[in-house]
């Protein structure tokens, strides 16, 4: 009765369900285990008429062609370049830093330490902080060690929820210094917002001959994966021959037997406000102080800037426990959890129409034009 199944109506799955109905002429049966698609790119109008991201703020950019003409299949875009700022100590300073932060921080002495910078690595450069600390100019030096601690490491702390001493500095590369006066998150390309929102997306992709979606269903329910047996794949008891797509937590899929995948959890406080404005960015990201680790304001990424009133929402950081209602966000890798995850990974290995993809199933962290990608690849393997 189907080709294909797909676990999960995201990015990923949204993607290769809609590819392999188009391309392959596929009946693909679409299995999610929440009342909506989109998964954590789910967006909708709050009780005031304000666009939220339920799932907390999605910002597509990308510098890869074929993901935004594919996406601009199913949207026109909202012109939207998004700036973020970081509170320190109530000062509100651009992030990444950049030539514009180094002036607020360093006044006097930021042309002197501006020549030195772009010296060393040129206008333009992206130096990750980690270069910085390990320069032998103790002024070089000193600019790391600053963004060290007041844009990353209490950030880091709260968002993994370890100790400095815990936190790989190989993480700390991951930040970089900026050396031009763009204040924008992203340079790429392409960036935006869909113009009416991400779930019509999902609804148009999904909104095709031969796909049949079922919403409010666990995977386990209806699936049976046993890869000891001649017949691995059973769906309503029956064997299925055909390709599995699966999305989702991978450990979960198989009860847990080796142990919990760990990924770290998000709980979203939003609050409304009957006031123009709340703050002066999209996003302004608490790096020193407060529990949560940044506040979105979302009309700014929306476009709804004429409304009188405006939605907000705090994220804190917290462990994924596995209890009901708790969602993963971010896989944690290290040494020990990838190597449990390659456990799990052998166990699907011995089916090969049994594909892994996304950030829960391969335990890694995708931006939404890298998944898109992703699942546009694995859709031609197929
Ligand atoms: N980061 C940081 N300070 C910031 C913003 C980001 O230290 O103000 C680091 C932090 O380690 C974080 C990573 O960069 O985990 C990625 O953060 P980003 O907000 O870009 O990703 P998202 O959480 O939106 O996926």
Redesign the pocket.
């Known amino acids: 009765m189907y080709d294909s199944i797909v676990i999960g109506c995201g990015f990923a799955g949204a993607t290769v369900a809609r590819e392999l109905a188009e391309r392959r002429g596929h009946k693909v049966l679409v299995l999610d285990s929440r009342s909506h698609v989109g998964g954590n790119c789910y967006d909708l109008e709050d009780e005031n008429g304000i666009l939220i991201h339920q799932y907390?703020?999605h910002i597509f950019h990308t510098n890869i062609d074929r993901v935004y003409d594919y996406l601009s299949r199913f949207t026109e875009w909202y012109d939207y370049s998004h700036e973020?700022v970081?509170n320190v100590y109530g000062k509100e300073l651009p992030?990444p830093f950049n030539l514009n932060t180094l002036e607020m921080v360093y006044g006097d002495r930021a042309p002197h330490l501006e020549e030195l910078l772009v010296q060393e690595f040129g206008q333009g450069a992206r130096v990750p902080i980690l270069d910085l600390m390990n320069h032998e100019n103790p002024e070089l030096q000193e600019i790391a060690q600053y963004v060290y601690e007041n844009?990353?490491?209490k950030?880091?702390m709260k968002?993994?929820g370890k100790s400095p001493k815990e936190i790989d500095p190989a993480?700390s590369g991951?930040?970089p210094v900026l050396l031009s006066r763009d204040n924008r998150?992203f340079q790429d390309k392409y960036q935006g917002l869909p113009l009416h929102g991400y779930t019509p997306i999902f609804e148009t992709m999904l909104d095709y001959e031969g796909i049949e979606l079922r919403l409010d269903c666990e995977a386990r329910r209806v699936l049976t994966i046993n890869p000891e047996s001649d017949t691995p794949i059973l769906l309503d008891g029956d064997e299925f021959e055909g390709e599995v797509i699966f999305t989702g937590a991978l450990d979960e899929l198989f009860d847990c037997c080796y142990g919990r995948l760990p990924y770290r959890s998000l709980r979203f406080d939003f609050e409304h406000y009957n006031q123009k404005f709340y703050q002066s960015h999209g996003v302004v990201?608490y790096?020193v102080s407060e529990d949560f680790t940044?506040i979105t304001e979302f009309k700014y990424l929306t476009g709804q800037l004429d409304k009188e009133d405006t939605t907000i929402v705090k994220e804190y950081p917290m462990p994924y426990s596995g209890k009901e209602g708790e969602i993963p966000y971010?896989a944690i890798n290290n040494e020990a959890n990838n190597a449990l995850y390659e456990k799990y990974v052998k166990l699907v290995e011995k089916i090969p129409q049994f594909h892994l993809l996304g950030r829960l199933a391969e335990y890694k962290?995708y931006n939404i034009d890298a998944i898109v990608d992703r699942a546009l690849t694995l859709a031609r393997e197929i």
């Open positions: 907390g703020p973020v970081g992030i844009v990353f490491l950030y880091t968002q993994l993480v991951r930040v998150y990201n790096t940044r971010y962290y």
